[in-house]
T-cell receptor
């Protein structure tokens, strides 16, 4: 079975600080990896995704994530956060022939102005 | 743009009532999913469907059933609502060859 761990439940940063949110998954085969974001009062939307190829993936709003297969990790990064990045962030994995995604428990990011 | 709509944003029901949550997508997606979202637990898959009249249990199907009579519509049914089913319910859809899921706005259900 596939599973996802997000180690940080709540992260508080000041504007312009750098961000890294951890995501580790457990699945031994080929995986597709995703980061979703949920802004306050809005629906989940895709931030970025990794299917294959370059392990450094760039997404919307200046976010990027790096797939490190040896560490089973897909950490999300942003060099300089803004107040508008305040949201909950979810990592998700789809392993092998599975039809469904498995989501992590989420990380609430609060950016202080 | 893909649009996934859910019948209600907020719903309040009483224990024992039968509850229907409706989800409609307008992009001819084969796959549809129902999740519940609870603080600290992330999204947990209840049921999903990969074709009309087809359904598969997710991680937490107990107390729920689903119906997919038409490709664009996927209903979640709580046969007898209980207080521990108070939650945010999210519907999603995805095309068969891609894995990206598109989410609806959610229904916040309160069971009293």
């Amino acid at each position: 079975a596939q599973s996802v761990s997000q180690h940080n439940h709540h992260v508080i940063l000041s504007e312009a600080a750098s961000l890294e949110l951890g995501c580790n998954y457990s699945y031994g085969g080929t995986v597709n990896l995703f980061w979703y974001v949920q802004y306050p009062g809005q629906h989940l939307q895709l931030l970025l995704k990794y299917f294959s190829g370059d392990p450094l993936v760039k997404g919307i709003k200046g976010f990027e994530a790096e797939f490190i297969k040896s560490k089973f990790s897909f950490n999300l990064r942003k060099p300089s956060v803004q107040w508008s990045d305040t949201a909950e962030y979810f990592c998700a994995v789809k392993g092998g022939s599975a039809r469904q995604l498995t989501f992590g428990s989420g990380t609430q990011l609060t950016v202080l102005p | 743009d893909v649009k996934v709509t859910q019948s209600s944003r907020y719903l309040v029901k009483r224990t024992g009532e039968k509850v229907f949550l409706e989800c409609v997508q307008d992009m001819d997606h084969e796959n549809m999913f129902w999740y519940r979202q609870d603080p600290g637990l992330g999204l947990r898959l209840i049921y999903f469907s990969y074709d009309v009249k087809m359904k598969e249990k997710g991680d937490i199907p107990e107390g729920y059933s689903v119906s997919r009579e038409k490709k664009e519509r996927f209903s979640l049914i709580l046969e007898s609502a209980s207080t521990n089913q108070t939650s945010m319910y999210l519907c999603a859809s995805s095309p068969s060859r891609r894995n990206e899921q598109f989410f609806g706005p959610g229904t916040r259900l309160t069971v009293l």
